[in-house]
């Protein structure tokens, strides 16, 4: 038989002022002595320092109560200690040494130590590591004195603890614990996480709006800006060629103006000034020349008139003549005469007339020489004046000739400087004309001049306030070419692309939103903190689904290793109780939970257990299958644990525990005086029960009981003498004894 328990130090524990230490070599260890001597605080030892938290099981009322009170002999201590140590060769206790000791301080102010090994741990540790032994818990392994029958004071629910502490299912109860606060963790980790996404959602959906307004506003920019590129770029290029166009134009017109006023003033001196004077003194030097030849006609009619009358002298005096001129050389004469005055009247030219009648005269002149000598000699002064008149009237028919030439001339001459002066009329009349088109065209191009400078300032503004709104990247104009068409297409054009930018900027203003940058980072922030908590969420859900999986595993576990247990310790406790009684029955029995069986029966009368009889559940146990137990004795009527005697009760609870104990044993079991109500007889049966629960856990049983000590491998006294301090030795059975009675 393996034994686990090697040995206990006790030192300022109660009544255990001094150093005391029980070492145990049998598997079977009695503890005897008198009343008050201390035993029970042997036993409260282990409790206490496998980890009892219950002042009331350790019969104190806090942790001062634990330690060395003092006596007149011996001073009070200031820590109570106790050491326990466990032999861990078959590695009963999960943790790698062979021998493994524990120890628990307790100061006057409460605190407490927890040792393993020499090596400071946290109560948990201790439990852990215990509930792994199949030690600690519920403590049904360390039976007090006078709680024989807690077992069955217990109530459905603590009874069923105890079995399944017994059963070695605390391991699983505490993961399931572990995993149901994991849980319940979770699920507050769950809502948490879920309140926390809750409570930025709105403010995520505003900062997505807003990031969204944002990227539409940078496209906006992004489209201002091209489109104040081309705008610029175009309207520069209309700008300057404009300029240049105009200035062109402008030196045309210029140029027209000044050559048209010299041409104006000119025409208008050729028209007044120059034209007139020549007019005038054309005219009067006419009027002289007709003057002149009204004179010249004049004198030659004059000159004609005394010239017939010389001649009619001239031939008065010439009678004689006639009959000396031959008839034939008459006719001669007067035909030759005639036929030159025929010509004469034929033609109209002046001057011919004038040779004719120079001919004529000439012929005359030679016919009356012709004849001279054959007459006496005429008048020769007579004959003179005719000459000389003929001579006079010839100059001045040259003299009439010439001056009808002269006024000839001067006629055409006026003519032609009449003709002169409407020239230089019409010229002026064009000329006005010409110059005021091209002061009406010059005003026009000035006109356009002017629109050109105000283009200018507007493009300059725009430049400003592309600057304004667009950054450094409204220069671009300057770095693109200037596109196709700018210098060709109509205005109006580039009027409507000025309207449609006018449009987009307010459309970018209407979009304005302040620190764009604050805002996307915000926006980021709280969208990567969006996806952490997501993420979290779904990792909380994972492990809360993973730990249900493991608690619903562990309540297969519990439940069928429970079953399992449960039905053992039955087989068990109706050997164990019929030994005991000599026949009869004992059974536990799982209980359906209140609110179940309410629910499967209705409100009717329920099928209570007798114990449960006036028994009110807690609210929170009305759940809970717990455990129920149902005596018969034997050769008795009555049935239920309340019609059972101290002795009856007593012997029931052993059995109980001694069946627990056989299914699962414990490394140990500690029973303080839980023989005490049982008279001779069944203080035998108990010694039996002893030894065969001693084949398979290490037990330390506190008694006065005879035969329970001559059960035992090894026997320990507690003395206390009248220093009040308990002390512990080895004694023989008969010693032992004598100490009993
Ligand atoms: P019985 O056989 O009557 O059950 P016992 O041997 O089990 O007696 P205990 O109950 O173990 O006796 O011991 C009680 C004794 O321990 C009392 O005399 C009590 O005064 C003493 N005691 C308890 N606590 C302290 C303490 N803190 N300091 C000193 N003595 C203490």
Redesign the pocket.
Known sequence: MAMYLKSIELLGF??F?KKEKLVFTSSIASIV?????????VAEAFRFVLGEQSMKSLRSKKGE?????GSPALARANRASVKVVFDNSKRLLDIDFPEVMIERVVHRDGANEYLLNGTQVRLKDVIRLLAGANIGGSGYQIIS?GEADRILNASPKERREMVEDALGLKLYQHKKAESERKLEETAVNIDKTKSLRREIGPHLHFLRMQVERLEKARELREELAHQINDYLAREHAWITQEDARLLDEARVYDTQIRDAGRALEDARARRTGGNDAVVSEIQSKLRGAEHALAQVRQEGERVSRELGRAEGALEAVSVTVTESISASSARDFAREIEEALDDAEDTEDLSEVRLVLERVRDRIRSFIEGFADKVHKPDTAHTQHVVDLSAQLAQIQKQETAATAELEMLRQELSRARESGFVAERDVIALEAQLREAQSKLSMVQNSRAAVAVARERFEEEVREGIALIGAAVHGWQRSEIPQGSLSEDRSVQERRRRAMERLKIKIEEAGIGNSDAVVKEFNQTKQRDEFLTKELVDLETSAASLRDIIAELEKTIDQRFTEGLKHINVALGEFFSKLFGGGEAKLTVETPRKAREARHGAGPADLDDEDLGETIPEEESLYAGLSISVSLPRKKVRGLEVLSGGERALTSIALIFSMSQVNPPPFLILD?TDAALDEANSKRYADMIRILGAHSQLIVITHNRATMAAAGELYG?T?SSD?V?KLLSVKLAEAEKVAK
């Open positions: 109660k009544s002022g002595g008198p009343n008050g001597s201390g035993k029970s605080n109560d634990l330690i060395w009170g004195q005086e507690v206390m009040g308990s």
